[in-house]
C-alpha cells in the first residue's frame, strides 16, 4: 500500500488534487464513467502484467493453456538466465551510454544555437534560421541509405559515434527553445551586460537557469527518444557487441524459441529504466507533450 | 562564414571600444553570435543536410552500397520507381496502416482524455495505464505483443477470447486478414497515451465558465459536449491528426519486428522496402528514389501542419 501511495504521489503533478477544484457528486452516469475507465486501464495493463507473470514463472510452464498467473512457484530463474548467459548487461551499457551522451550533446547544442538564433545577430542568421527551420520536416527515415553511406566513408559503422551523431541533430528542438528564449524577460541579461558579463557568462548564469524546466524537458524527450530509436542503431551496428537493447533483443528474438519467461524476463528489463524515468519525471513529461508536442515528431 | 564581422553589441547596451590587441580579438570573436550557433550547425550540416543532397546525387545514379559503379542515370530511377508494383503495394500498404492506425488513435484518445478529465477522480491511474506504453522501446513492445498474440492456443488474447466465449482461432500474424490489424492494434496500445495527453491538457484549457452558463440554460450532458467541447476542441484535434498521420507514414518498427512485412508482403511498408532495396538486395541508388518518393508525400502532410499551427497561433496570439 505504502509503494502504491509512493507512485501516486511521484505521478500527480504538483499542485493537482484528486479531486481537481469542486468535488463531484457520484451520479449513475459519473459511476458508468467510472466504470469505462476501470474496464480500458485494466484492458491496457493486462499485456504488461501478462508479461510480468510469464517472467515469473519456470520455463517449461509459459506454454500451459488456461489462465494461470502463477506457476507452481515464482520465481526469478529467466532473470537470472538472461543475465548470466546473454549480451543484456552490455546492451544496457551500451544503450545507457549512448542515450546519456546524445542527451548532453543535444541539449547543450541547441541551447547554444537557440541562444545565438534568439539573441545574437550576426550576418546569414535568417537564412540559417529558417534552413534549421525547414529540417524539422526531414524525418530521419528518408536519410538512412546516404546517412549509411556517409558512416562507412567516415569509418563510424559500428561504433559509438556512429550511433550518436545523426541523433544529435535536432532542428525541432532548437525551434521549441528559441521560442522559449523570445518569451524570456531581457531586463535581467541587460542589469548583466551592464554589470560587464559578457555573452556566456548570460547563457550559463542567466539564461540556462531561468531555461531549466523546458531544457528539462528538451533533456527527457531526447533520453527516451535514443533509448527507444530502433531503425537508425539496427542499420549502423551489425557487431552484437555494439548493440542497443531494443535491436539486440529483437536480434536474438528467434534464439529465445519457446523459453517464453527468459523473453519476457528480457522485455521487462528492456522496458524498467524506461519505466523509471516516467514515474521520476512524469511531471516534465507530461508538460512536454501538452506544452510543447515535443516528440510529436 | 563571416569570421571577420565584429562582434553584434548587447542590444541596447553600448559597449567602449576595446583596444584591438590578440587577446581582444579572441574575445570578440567568442562573444560572436555565430560561434554560439556553428556547433549545432557543423553537426547540422554533416548528419541532416550533407545526406540530404548526397542523396539526391545518389537517386541519379546505380550506385551499389560499396560505391562501385556509379553511373549517372539520370531520372531512371524514379520512372523506375514509379512502374515497380513494389513501390505502389509497399506504398498503399503504409497508407491503408495510417487510415486504419489513425481514426482508432484520435478517437481512443479524445475517449481516454474525456474519461479522465470528467472522472477528476485518480487521475495518476489512468495516466499510469494509458500513457506509460508510450515511453517503451518498439522492440520491447512488439515482443511483448508477440507473445501476447502470436502463440496460438496458449497465446494470451486467444485464451481471454476463449474465456468471453469467443473461439478465434485465427491466425494473427499469418493471416492477410489480420496481420495488419494487429501490428494497427499493437500501435494502438503503444502509442494512443500521446494523444490523451494532447487532448486532456487541451480539455482542461476550456474555460469552465461556458459549462456553468449552458447548465443554467437546461443544456445536457450530450449537448454540451456536442455544442462546446468538441467544437473547442477543433484546432486539438486537426493537430493531433496530423501528427498521428506524421508518425504513422513512418511505420517499420512494428512491422519488421512483428510481421517482417508478411504475410505475401501485405503488411511491408514503404520504409521497409527501401530497407531491402538499399541495405540487402545493395541498390542504394533505387533505395534513395524511393525515399525521396516517401519524402514528398511526408512533405505535404507537414506543410498542412505548419498551415494549422501558424493559423493557431494567428488565433491565438500566447
Not at chain 1, 10 to 31: F, K, N, V, Y
Request: hydrophobic content about 50%; overall charge neutral.
Amino acid at each position: 500500500m505504502s509503494a502504491l501511495t509512493a507512485v501516486r504521489n511521484a505521478l500527480l503533478p504538483r499542485g493537482e488534487e484528486d479531486s481537481g477544484g469542486r468535488t463531484a457528486r457520484w451520479t449513475p452516469g459519473r459511476i458508468a464513467l467510472l466504470c469505462c475507465a476501470i474496464l480500458l486501464a485494466v484492458l491496457w495493463l493486462l499485456p504488461l502484467a501478462w508479461a510480468l507473470a510469464t517472467s515469473l514463472k519456470p520455463d517449461n510452464e509459459t506454454t500451459d493453456t488456461g489462465f494461470h498467473w502463477i506457476g507452481s512457484h515464482l520465481t526469478l530463474d529467466a532473470y537470472r538466465k538472461v543475465w548470466e548467459s546473454g549480451d543484456l548487461p552490455r546492451w544496457l551499457f551500451n544503450t545507457a551510454y549512448i542515450a546519456s551522451v546524445t542527451t548532453v550533446l543535444t541539449v547543450l547544442l541547441t541551447a547554444m544555437a537557440a541562444y545565438g538564433f534568439s539573441r545574437t545577430r550576426f550576418r546569414g542568421q535568417k537564412v540559417l534560421y529558417g534552413l534549421v527551420l525547414a529540417g524539422i520536416m526531414v524525418p530521419p527515415q528518408v536519410l538512412i541509405a546516404p546517412l549509411f553511406a556517409e558512416m562507412v566513408s567516415l569509418h563510424l559503422v559500428d561504433t559509438y559515434w556512429g550511433v550518436i551523431l545523426p541523433q544529435v541533430a535536432v532542428p525541432a528542438m532548437v525551434f521549441i527553445l528559441v521560442k522559449f528564449f523570445e518569451g524570456l524577460p531581457r531586463e535581467l541579461e541587460e542589469a548583466a551586460y551592464v554589470d560587464g558579463a559578457g555573452r556566456w557568462r548570460v547563457f550559463w548564469q542567466i539564461v540556462i537557469p531561468l531555461s531549466r524546466p523546458v531544457l528539462a524537458a528538451v533533456a527527457i524527450f531526447t533520453f527516451i527518444q535514443t533509448w527507444n530509436n530502433f531503425l537508425w542503431p539496427f542499420l549502423v551496428t551489425t557487431d552484437p557487441n555494439g548493440m542497443t537493447l531494443p535491436v539486440g533483443l529483437v536480434n536474438v528474438q528467434s534464439s529465445f524459441g519457446v523459453r517464453y519467461a527468459q523473453m519476457m524476463a528480457s522485455v521487462i528489463i528492456g522496458g524498467l529504466p524506461l519505466l523509471v524515468v516516467f514515474v521520476f519525471f512524469q511531471r516534465q513529461i507530461v508538460r512536454g507533450v501538452a506544452h510543447t508536442g515535443l516528440a510529436g515528431q | 562564414m563571416s569570421t571577420t564581422t565584429p562582434a553584434a553589441a548587447p542590444p541596447r547596451v553600448s559597449q567602449p571600444p576595446a583596444p584591438a590587441t590578440a587577446r581582444t580579438v579572441r574575445r570578440h570573436w567568442l562573444e560572436h553570435g555565430l560561434v554560439f550557433t556553428l556547433p549545432f550547425l557543423v553537426v547540422y550540416a554533416l548528419f541532416l543536410v550533407w545526406p540530404l543532397l548526397w542523396g539526391v546525387k545518389m537517386s541519379l545514379t546505380n550506385e551499389d552500397i560499396a560505391g562501385t559503379h556509379s553511373d549517372y542515370v539520370g531520372l531512371d530511377n524514379y520512372a523506375d520507381a514509379l512502374s515497380d508494383p513494389d513501390v505502389w503495394s509497399s506504398l498503399w500498404n503504409t497508407i491503408w496502416f495510417t487510415v486504419l492506425s489513425t481514426v482508432p488513435l484520435v478517437v481512443m484518445g479524445l475517449v481516454f482524455a474525456l474519461l479522465a478529465h470528467h472522472l477528476r477522480f485518480v487521475s495518476w491511474l489512468w495516466r499510469l495505464s494509458w500513457f506509460t506504453p508510450f515511453v517503451l522501446p518498439s522492440g520491447v513492445v512488439c515482443l511483448l505483443w508477440l507473445w501476447v498474440i502470436y502463440p496460438s492456443d496458449f497465446g494470451f488474447a486467444d485464451q481471454l477470447l476463449d474465456f468471453l466465449g469467443l473461439h478465434p482461432g485465427i491466425g494473427w500474424l499469418t493471416d492477410t486478414r489480420y496481420a495488419m490489424l494487429s501490428v494497427v492494434l499493437t500501435t494502438v496500445w503503444w502509442t494512443v497515451g500521446f494523444n490523451f495527453l494532447l487532448y486532456l491538457a487541451a480539455l482542461q484549457a476550456i474555460p469552465q465558465h461556458l459549462y456553468e452558463a449552458a447548465e443554467l440554460d437546461g443544456a445536457g450532458a450530450w449537448h454540451r459536449f456536442r455544442s462546446i467541447t468538441l467544437p473547442m476542441l477543433n484546432r486539438t484535434t486537426g493537430v493531433v491528426v496530423v501528427l498521428q498521420l506524421l508518425a504513422s507514414l513512418k511505420i517499420f518498427d512494428q512491422v519488421y519486428i512483428m510481421t517482417g512485412g508478411g504475410p505475401d508482403d501485405s503488411t511491408r511498408p514503404i520504409l521497409q522496402y527501401v530497407y531491402q532495396t538499399g541495405f540487402t538486395g545493395y541498390r542504394v541508388g533505387y533505395a534513395s528514389a524511393i525515399s525521396y518518393i516517401f519524402f514528398a508525400l511526408i512533405v505535404i502532410v507537414s506543410l498542412i501542419h505548419l498551415r494549422l499551427t501558424r493559423r493557431s497561433r494567428e488565433e491565438n496570439p500566447a
